[in-house]
């Protein structure tokens, strides 16, 4: 009977290797994250793209496996430079370097590995298109990441690897970097603070045991909300700007402009409404919101494109 039940025991250990390997892979890529960023990319292609009919459905594939490799590398690098800190905080105490179940130098091969894998998917789509992708991860590891425990500006410095994607589909579909280009990475580039600063704001605690400087000012008080609300502005003015038709082919019919400004209008109410409550629940309705603006108004740009 023994015996049996030790066989039994194996076996069980066995089957769940598998799955553990692919749920460490998922946390330590932040796949969530990840695939947001890929939607993005995804969103700016479709957009660049002169008619749905001319889709290389092929370059769309490797520009979401390339695109996950990518973040999935930067997120992994991150973890390894942070994982002492990581482990003072309640939020990602459990994250797999932290935690101890993923040992760092697994951990610094994966990383490599998605990088190399990364830049050559995206140098398939084209060279301008893997060069982005190397500068986003080279900005986040290596500018972004040490600069979060010295001062506030990081999240300036990161806004710009975090701004890449949505203007990286047009590249792809394109082979050109301008003002169409350019014009969605500005999107992107603003949504950045208000997002980042809520989640700074909600979890201000936890990240000064990790000795992180979010916050503009390095307080949850006016002078946040405000910068959160100014941005919010600028938000918005670049996001209807395409409306102008002063965005070479990157163009929004009045109609859709209309729908991105009242979304950014929600945005915005939610950032005055921090500013009024300066509260945790506050900071955390802006983030579900920025969250939600961002997918909607690329759903928004997409449709117009299609319906147009």
Not at 112 to 141: E, H, Q, R
Not at 235 to 242: A, D, E, M
Request: glycine letters at 6%.
């Amino acid at each position: 009977m023994q015996t049996i039940k030790i066989k039994k025991v194996t076996l069980e250990l066995s089957s769940n290797q598998s799955p553990s390997f692919f749920k460490e892979f998922k946390e330590i890529t932040k796949a969530r994250l990840a695939i947001s960023v890929v939607f993005s990319t995804i969103a700016g292609y479709l957009i660049a793209v002169p008619d749905f009919s001319e889709i290389q459905y092929m370059t769309l594939v490797l520009l979401s496996v390339g695109g996950y490799c990518m973040v999935g590398a930067s997120n992994v690098f991150n973890q390894i430079i942070e994982r002492d800190l990581d482990a003072k905080m309640d939020r990602t105490k459990n994250r797999p370097i932290a935690s101890g179940r993923v040992k760092p130098n697994s951990a610094l091969i994966l990383a490599c590995v998605l990088t190399i894998l990364g830049i050559v998917i995206l140098y398939i789509v084209n060279p301008k298109t893997a060069m982005f992708g190397a500068i986003s991860i080279f900005l986040y590891t290596s500018v972004y990441t040490p600069l979060k425990t010295i001062t506030p500006l990081s999240v300036f410095v990161g806004a710009f690897p975090g701004a890449i994607p949505f203007m990286l589909g047009w590249v792809a579909a394109t082979n050109h970097f301008g003002i169409e280009a350019g014009t969605l990475f500005m999107i992107q580039f603003f949504w950045q603070f208000p997002h980042f600063w809520a989640i700074g704001w909600f979890l201000y605690e936890d990240y000064k045991k990790g000795g992180f400087f979010m916050l503009p000012t390095g307080k949850r008080d006016s002078k946040t909300s405000i910068q959160i609300i100014l941005y919010t502005v600028w938000l918005i003015i670049v996001s209807v700007f395409p409306a102008t038709g002063l965005t070479g082919r990157l163009y929004l019919t009045p109609v859709s402009a209309i729908l991105v400004f009242i979304a950014g209008l929600w945005m915005l109410y939610a950032g005055i409404q921090l500013y009024r409550t300066r509260t945790d629940k506050a900071a955390k309705s802006l983030m579900l919101v920025s969250v939600t603006y961002i997918s909607l108004i690329q759903i928004i740009y997409v449709l117009d494109k299609v319906l147009r």
